[in-house]
């Protein structure tokens, strides 16, 4: 079975930058569509980002201009670069490939 595997949270202060990761027990990365989500406490999961297996890329209002998906081929690696964050940013990050999820990871940001 196929396991997805965040990580890279952690407690950072506004403005701070976090680069969160993903990784696939098994298959690759590269011919799949993929995307990250999160869920902030007391709210419903949501959209982040995503990238198709073309290499486009389309991502939340909340997080364009600040958030960069990317995938790296040789290490089987997904990552969501995450730039001048913002307390509404915090959430548990989570992996998405078709219907398999991840953990998560936490990603805290105080004021």
């Known amino acids: 079975q196929v396991q997805l595997v965040e990580s890279g949270g952690g407690v950072v202060q506004a403005g701070a930058s976090l680069r969160l990761s993903c990784a696939r027990s098994?298959?690759?990365?590269?011919?799949?569509?993929l995307g990250w989500f999160r869920q902030a406490p007391g709210k419903e999961r949501e959209f982040v980002a995503r990238?198709?297996?073309?290499?486009?890329?389309s991502y939340a209002d909340s997080v364009k201009g600040r958030f960069t998906i990317s995938r790296d081929d040789a290490q089987n690696l997904v990552y969501l670069q995450m730039e001048n964050l913002k307390p509404e940013d915090t959430g548990v990050y989570y992996c998405?490939?078709?219907?398999?999820w991840g953990q998560g990871t936490q990603v805290t940001v105080s004021s």
């Open positions: 098994r298959g690759s990365f590269r011919w799949v569509d």
């Open positions: 998405n490939v078709a219907d398999k």
């Open positions: 990238l198709t297996w073309r290499g486009n890329t």
